[in-house]
């Protein structure tokens, strides 16, 4: 086993053939001989990045998705995913495990890589790059300007929420379970932070499951009444501390509770983000699978 494969943490990346560490841009990084790795310059440094692990893909993956399907259905802007480069500055090159371009900044979206910062970068904290992720990059993060900085952390399955003030970012918290984050770039994004670590769980746990204490219950008994044969109601209700989701084996609807959960009717985007956040994993790898054919059908 050589040195590089025993890596486990991001390390500068002395060995590699370039320009003196400190100096490197985008590029000598662009004729870096494909190796495997994954490398970043940050501040003129050419630093290597381990393998991302399996658990650390599938969070990404899942975060992608919900932000994906929020911020492109809404015609909001477009969601890219790790490895895709981005050239904060001329000395500054990183592949953020997420980020989100809002439609006033495509124009930095330049063939290969972004050319500026992100409205939205999310980077998840994994052992092997914590460190990295909350010193270096974080830094340069704020350098570039970028407005929005969420840091995942796996192991206890929270989101840290940072926002740049004054060229510095502030904490609005650290968030968990049936949280929804306060994002300023992507506001009311229905999902709860549990939903972004539910890709081990075959069925995620949804906040107020079942008919017990929800001001819904009577009304989803009203529109789902038991069968023939059934001594009580099938319905199942959801919520994400917004709105409520109902389902049962004849139909499905939409609730919007009364002030003080918010009183206003849901937009059809929010909607299609409860219903999305609602289903299961297999459901939502068939409609992303159904997605993706209609896709090649009317192209």
């Known amino acids: 086993m050589t040195t590089l494969e025993r890596l486990s943490v991001v390390v500068p990346a002395d060995w590699v053939p370039g320009p003196q560490q400190g100096h490197w841009t985008y590029a000598d990084y662009a004729v870096i001989a494909e190796d495997g790795h994954r490398y970043e310059i940050v501040n003129g440094v050419l630093y290597m990045a381990p393998s991302p692990s399996l658990g650390h893909q599938a969070i990404a993956g899942e975060i992608f998705a919900y932000l994906r399907n929020f911020v492109q259905m809404a015609g909001l802007g477009r969601v890219f995913v790790a ?36 409205d939205l970068v999310v980077e998840i904290a994994s052992p092997s790059t914590a460190r990295h992720d909350l010193r270096e990059k974080q830094d340069a993060y704020a350098r570039a300007g970028v407005p929005e900085y969420w840091i995942v952390t796996p192991g206890e399955q929270v989101v840290e929420v940072l926002v740049l003030e004054d060229s510095l970012y502030s904490s609005l918290g650290v968030f968990h379970g049936h949280a929804i984050l306060p994002s300023r770039i992507v506001p009311d994004l229905p999902i709860r932070v549990e939903q972004f670590f539910s890709s081990s769980r075959e069925d995620p746990p949804h906040s107020g499951g079942g008919m017990i204490g929800s001001p819904f219950a009577p009304l989803a008994r009203e529109h ?10 099938q319905a199942k209700l959801f919520d994400n501390d917004r709105h ?9 609807g939409l609730m919007t509770p009364p002030v003080p959960r918010g009183s206003r009717e849901l937009t059809p985007v929010e909607a ?9 994993r297999r459901a939502r790898i068939w409609v992303r699978s159904m997605v993706c054919s209609l896709r090649v059908v009317f192209s």
Not at 93 to 112: C, I, K, T, W, Y
Not at 244 to 252: I, Q
Not at 272 to 280: H, P, S
Request: charged share 15%; with cysteine.
């Open 272 to 280: 299609i983000g409860v219903i999305y956040g609602a289903l299961g």
């Open 244 to 252: 409520y989701w109902y389902t049962c084996p004849s139909k499905s």
């Open 224 to 233: 789902c009444p038991p069968t023939k044969g059934e001594s009580s109601s």
């Open 83 to 118: 490895p895709t480069d981005v050239e904060l500055s001329y000395k500054n090159v990183v592949q953020p495990d997420v980020f989100v371009v809002l439609n006033e900044h495509l124009d930095r979206m330049a063939g290969s890589r972004l050319i500026g910062a992100p």
